[in-house]
């Protein structure tokens, strides 16, 4: 049976309760998220054809401590980097290293920032030079997934509406939802209850009450859904080697719908693409 309970009163740590946070945390998130959001703004003059993704984690280590946050991801579970850099086929979890983007590539940055013990996380896709048709609408079409799976958020509902505004899109866009990986509550802790499908039904899931706060990032491939996990037990990627592309945003729920707390405050959720 799923509980609810203040996340004032909350232990930090994950016990499959789902934590409700009132003002004073949504305060903080917006601080921890706009700190993010404001990297991945500033990415966009980086990505190019020639620059190595380990010099964009470089970036994103520098800018976090430059304005007193810690990268989440940097010695998480033994990971070494301060964000995700997954190109072309990789779904997720791609490690940043010395390899040169070349012109055509298409890059996921997934950055999460700790500020004052808070986490925002977000993720855009960035296309590296001039890009071929197809990976425009695959970034096209995922964006859509996530904005559709973001409009179906309000007090009342079940996660699993979620889920299925972002399939029903992407299937309809001859896509595919990777099943493998999900979004998560966030807040205090890096990863927390519920985990948010990006695919199912509208009935399943746990109800949304306002005051929590979660990630919604679809992974949507141009292939079929299925995934594999390389040997460094970090990297997946699509089974049949087709593009994948992920976005993600921060997301509260509140009184009357939700609030977007990692928008970009330059308008460029969607690097590249025509506004």
């Avoid at 086929?89 to 700790?114: A, F, R």
């Avoid at 009357?256 to 330059?266: A, H, N, V």
């Amino acid at each position: 049976m799923v509980t609810y309970l203040d996340a004032a009163t909350a232990p930090l740590r994950n016990t499959g309760q789902i934590r409700l946070y009132g003002e004073e945390g949504f305060a903080g998130m917006r601080k921890a998220c706009d700190l993010t959001a404001r990297c991945l703004d500033e990415l966009v003059s980086i990505v190019a054809p020639g620059v190595t993704t380990e010099t964009i984690d470089r970036f994103v280590f520098e800018f976090g401590m430059d304005h007193g946050a810690l990268p989440a991801t940097l010695n998480y579970r033994g990971y070494t980097k301060s964000s995700c850099t997954s190109i072309n086929h990789v779904v997720c979890h791609g490690i940043p290293d010395n390899k040169p983007l070349k012109d055509g590539d298409i890059v996921n940055i997934d950055v999460t920032y700790i500020l004052d013990g808070w986490h925002g996380d977000s993720s855009r896709m960035y296309p590296v030079g001039t890009i071929k048709r197809a990976a425009e609408r695959l970034l096209e079409v995922t964006h859509e997934c996530l904005m559709r799976g973001i409009a179906a958020i309000r007090p009342g509902a079940r996660t699993g509406a979620i889920g299925a505004a972002i399939q029903t899109y992407a299937e309809g866009e001859r896509c595919s939802v990777v099943r493998d990986f999900c979004g998560h509550g966030v807040g205090q802790l890096f990863h927390d209850a519920p985990n948010i499908l990006h695919y199912g039904s509208a009935s399943e899931g746990v109800e949304m009450r306002p005051g929590m706060i979660f990630t919604v990032e679809p992974m949507i491939n141009l292939g079929r859904p299925h995934v594999k996990v390389l040997s460094d037990g970090w990297t997946a990627v699509t089974r049949d080697r087709s593009l994948s592309a992920q976005y993600e945003h921060t997301i509260g729920v509140t009184e009357t719908g939700c609030e977007i707390f990692t928008l970009s405050p330059k308008n460029l959720d969607r690097p590249g693409l025509p506004a």
